[in-house]
């Protein structure tokens, strides 16, 4: 049995689909029973509940040879360190629990450092520390880069303000990757017992890219070649970012994380290699979720 956090997200589902379609018992772990439903119906078990609860999360692991964990993000939180504290906590519980050896930890690259990456920082930083303090479990660390579909999730203040706008410089080189290669090496870990200890794997994505030359891909999908990327300075981003729904701590660290893209902070010492580098292009992932301009009129 192989259990996975997460089942209804981003990555998450897609870890389970690929599961489920290579014949492999899964148990789905999300909050919510009816966007579990459709997995459900494909084959996995599935495990409604709070992913802070403890007790909850100790059920769902055991029995599991192993699982694959992640912490739930919440933009609106006022609270984002504490909030990601209860939760890594609750996972580390729920581990040392239900006996569970082998987990598969969905983190990000820069979880390496302790501060001045944002997000990563205040939530994967210390988790990485939690987890690598249980013993007679292997952990492997998967640390991927930022992912392609953020940068649409832009299209909203695209399609209101006429530009591509965000907190990284424009013309600095960002790996980037789809979050099914994501899922891909999840998958390949999870069925694998090659690894043991604490190991780490970043994935780098395809190639690099600057938010300027996304932007212009990003542009010609939707039938916009002109399109325009803005790094809009740091408050005006803030209160971008609070329209749309952020709390102000999570749009500061919005920021943060944007400003130490833009710095270098976030990198592979050894730089890219075969090993860290996935197949699917930016281009590949907005010609896949994105309407033709033709499709769109």
Same mark, same amino acid.
């Given at each position: ?52 609860d403890?007790?909850f ?7 599991a ?24 906590? +609750?996972? !580390?519980? *729920?581990?040392?629990k239900?006996?569970?050896?082998? @987990?598969? $930890?969905?983190?990000? %690259? /820069? =979880?390496?450092l302790?501060?001045?990456?944002g ?29 392609l ?7 909203p ?27 891909? +090496?999840? !998958?390949? *870990? ?7 200890? @604490?190991? $780490?794997?970043e994935? %780098? /994505? =395809? ?33 971008a ?14 920021v ?12 592979r ?15 590949d ?13």
């Amino acid at each position: 049995m192989i259990a996975v956090m997460g089942a209804t997200g981003q990555v998450g589902r897609q870890i389970v689909e690929s599961l489920l379609a290579q014949g492999r018992p899964v148990r789905a772990i999300g909050r919510n029973p009816k966007a579990l439903a459709e997995l459900a119906e494909a084959g996995a078990e599935i495990a409604a509940g709070d992913a802070g609860d403890a007790g909850f999360l100790a059920e769902a692991f055991r029995g599991a040879d192993v699982v694959h964990t992640l912490q739930p993000y919440n933009p609106a939180s006022s609270d984002f360190r504490g909030e990601q504290a209860r939760l890594g906590e +609750a996972i !580390v519980t *729920a581990v040392q629990k239900s006996g569970v050896r082998r @987990v598969v $930890v969905l983190s990000s %690259l /820069g =979880a390496d450092l302790p501060e001045g990456t944002g997000f990563i920082a205040a939530s994967l930083h210390a988790q990485e520390q939690r987890l690598g303090r249980l013993t007679g479990v292997d952990l492997l660390l998967l640390r991927p880069t930022l992912f392609l579909e953020s940068i649409l999730a832009g299209l909203p203040f695209v399609e209101a303000m006429g530009v591509n706008a965000d907190a990284v410089d424009p013309d600095v080189p960002v790996p980037m990757i789809a979050t099914k290669d994501v899922a891909a +090496a999840a !998958v390949d *870990a999870l069925l694998s017992d090659e690894w043991h200890g @604490v190991e $780490v794997r970043e994935l %780098l /994505g =395809a190639r690099d890219y600057t938010y300027s030359e996304a932007t212009r891909i990003l542009g010609a999908a939707i039938g916009r070649p002109d399109l325009q990327y803005v790094r809009l300075p740091d408050e005006d981003m803030i209160g971008a970012l609070m329209e749309a729904g952020f709390s102000p701590d999570t749009a500061a660290l919005h920021v943060e994380m944007g400003r130490a893209l833009s710095n270098g902070i976030i990198v592979r010492p050894g730089g890219r290699t075969p090993a860290n580098t996935t197949p699917t292009r930016f281009e590949d992932v907005v010609s896949e979720l994105l309407p033709t301009p033709s499709e769109a009129s």
